[in-house]
T-cell receptor
Framework: DAGVIQSPRHEVTEMGQEVTLRCKPISGHNSLFWYRQTMMRGLELLIYFNNNVPIDDSGMPEDRFSAKMPNASFSTLKIQPSEPRDSAVYFC????????????FGPGTRLTVT | SQQGEEDPQALSIQEGENATMNCSYKTSINNLQWYRQNSGRGLVHLILIRSNEREKHSGRLRVTLDTSKKSSSLLITASRAADTASYFCATGPISSGSARQLTFGSGTQLTVLP
């Protein structure tokens, strides 16, 4: 298996633009997680899906953030409109079933909003 | 505040020496996991120890868990320059219905000098 795939790897955009991050989890994994990592706040969980259903989105910072998982092999995280404070590395991770098992992380998307 | 807190924040050792990192947490857990993150990369799962386990080994890694003290330690023996990375502990809650899922600490930056 290729592991968790994220695209793009790098994104530079101007404030106010829409940004869409994409993730393909490992085949057979039922849980998918979106994290954000910054120097100031460390690694933060944004949203968690189980069997394509959002279980907990309390980590989503604002209404500008939205995430979808239309099927078991694809998820998106959208920021609209983007702001400079959204600049961070966004990771997608998947696991067999929730937090009882190890999570496999993608390489991340480094987002810079100018 | 973070559920898991690593100590020390930074550690610098010579190649061949052992490295010990500690993690403390606040609430009861189902499991505790250690991850490694190389600069610019995603997190890589190292080892998972369940709440009913006290010690676990994987290659040069040894993890202990003391649930009475709510603490864990990660020992890397015979360190190599390639072990240079940030190491995170993450705690899995007992209840899968909790608002927050796997909670990561702020990490220990390990530098192994050749």
């Amino acid at each position: 298996d290729a592991g968790v795939i994220q695209s793009p790897r790098h994104e530079v955009t101007e404030m106010g633009q829409e940004v869409t991050l994409r993730c393909k989890p490992i085949s057979g994994h039922n849980s998918l997680f979106w994290y954000r990592q910054t120097m100031m706040r460390g690694l933060e969980l944004l949203i968690y899906f189980n069997n394509n259903v959002p279980i907990d989105d309390s980590g989503m910072p604002e209404d500008r953030f939205s995430a979808k998982m239309p099927n078991a092999s694809f998820s998106t995280l959208k920021i609209q409109p983007s702001e400079p404070r959204d600049s961070a590395v966004y990771f997608c991770a998947s696991s067999l079933a929730g937090t009882a098992y190890e999570q496999y992380f993608g390489p991340g998307t480094r987002l810079t909003v100018t | 505040s973070q559920q898991g807190e690593e100590d020390p924040q930074a550690l610098s050792i010579q190649e061949g020496e052992n490295a010990t990192m500690n993690c403390s947490y606040k609430t009861s857990i189902n499991n505790l996991q250690w991850y490694r993150q190389n600069s610019g990369r995603g997190l890589v799962h190292l080892i998972l120890i369940r709440s009913n386990e006290r010690e676990k080994h994987s290659g040069r890694l040894r993890v202990t868990l003391d649930t009475s003290k709510k603490s864990s330690s990660l020992l890397i023996t015979a360190s190599r320059a390639a072990d240079t990375a940030s190491y995170f502990c993450a705690t899995g809650p007992i209840s899968s219905g909790s608002a927050r899922q796997l909670t990561f600490g702020s990490g220990t930056q390990l530098t192994v000098l050749p």
